[in-house]
């Protein structure tokens, strides 16, 4: 008689009645972060790709990552049905830059065409790699998964390797490494849903946005855009196509920052017309310390940690020649 067996990266490894995962994980060898064995560090995360994982196992997760079917593998049983891998499991699929628009002085929109299938949604990170020396930075996704071209929005300087380099790259190969983050699309159409972003921010709002409307999303949709000067309000008119398209369901609205404001300017003013979130999905996309901010704004005006999802960069910074730049630099 054949014993059950749990796939783990396209291995079979044996299990016991009453294992876990992580049970089956550590007796046949395989080496995985774990710390408390009973579900309250959240240390021991993995990912399902195939087959149903209990809510017992993912019930201390964001939402979001239970439905990417994130799980610990100390609360999961293991079943000869379940397939996992790691979370972190970096896929590596070549590409080409099918286009570069020049959107104002300092965005480029990117489209990128895969030679092969990479798993991602509208609003998650993948990193752009440049095969000549590795240079590596993460780029948010607006595109939906179904289309041609992964879309791109990158904030182009002078000084940046990357952004410099984007820029008269038509046709050049690329690495597309991915993909990471929690800032997608979920599907449950009767919330209203709240973007809010700044910059190149604008990617993750979009791609949110197109798999909302996409679905048919039932409930108000609200998108604040705050203009930062060295983006502008480049991608105004796609969010207008948007709210068109989605008939009263989209309500676009762009902010521009008053510095004199009391209290921070862009750091409350989008939060001026919503005092009261207990039933919103949040969404804020930025600068690192301004998505800090705005974090705890919507959780003071009532906004479930649950449904507030997060897609947040640090600004460039120029690097002293001696020094090579940092992987989480952006462009």
Request: with cysteine; charged share 25%.
């Amino acid at each position: 008689m054949s014993r059950a067996t749990l796939r783990f990266l396209s291995r079979e490894l044996p299990f016991l009645p009453g294992d876990t995962v992580l049970d089956c994980l550590d007796r046949n060898g395989v080496t995985v972060a774990a710390l408390c064995h009973l579900g309250n560090c959240r240390v021991c995360v993995l990912q399902s790709v195939g087959g149903e994982v209990p809510d017992q196992a993912q019930r201390a997760l964001h939402s979001a990552a239970r439905a990417r079917g994130v799980f610990l593998g100390c609360r999961c049983p293991a079943r000869e049905d379940l397939e996992v891998e790691p979370v972190d499991l970096v896929r590596t699929v070549p590409g080409q830059v099918q286009g570069v628009e020049h959107v104002g002085d300092s965005v480029l929109k990117l489209k990128v065409s895969l030679r092969d299938r990479l798993k991602f949604q509208a609003g998650q990170v993948i990193h752009l790699v440049r095969p000549s020396d590795g240079l590596r930075r993460p780029f948010v996704v607006a595109s939906l998964p179904d289309e041609v071209c992964l879309e791109l929005h990158v904030e182009r300087h002078p000084q940046g390797m990357m952004s410099t380099w984007l820029a008269g790259a038509q046709d050049e190969s690329v690495l597309v490494q991915g993909t990471v983050g929690d800032c997608l699309y979920m599907a449950e159409p009767q919330e209203p849903l709240l973007l809010i972003g700044s910059g190149v921010g604008a990617a993750a709002m979009l791609g949110v946005l197109r798999a909302a409307v996409a679905s048919n999303h039932a409930a108000p949709i609200h998108v604040l855009h705050c203009i930062d000067p060295n983006t502008g309000a480049y991608c105004a008119e796609e969010f207008e196509r948007l709210a068109r398209a989605s008939g009263d369901k989209v309500r676009f609205l762009q902010l521009t920052e008053d510095r004199h404001q009391e209290g921070g300017g862009f750091a409350t003013a989008p939060f001026d017309k919503f005092p009261d979130l207990h039933n919103f999905r949040v969404f804020l996309a930025g600068d690192a310390s301004l998505v800090r901010r705005w974090k705890r704004k919507a959780f003071s005006r009532g906004a479930n940690l649950d449904k507030i999802h997060l897609s947040a960069f640090k600004r460039f910074r120029a690097l002293a020649r001696s020094r090579p730049p940092a992987r989480s630099e952006p462009l």
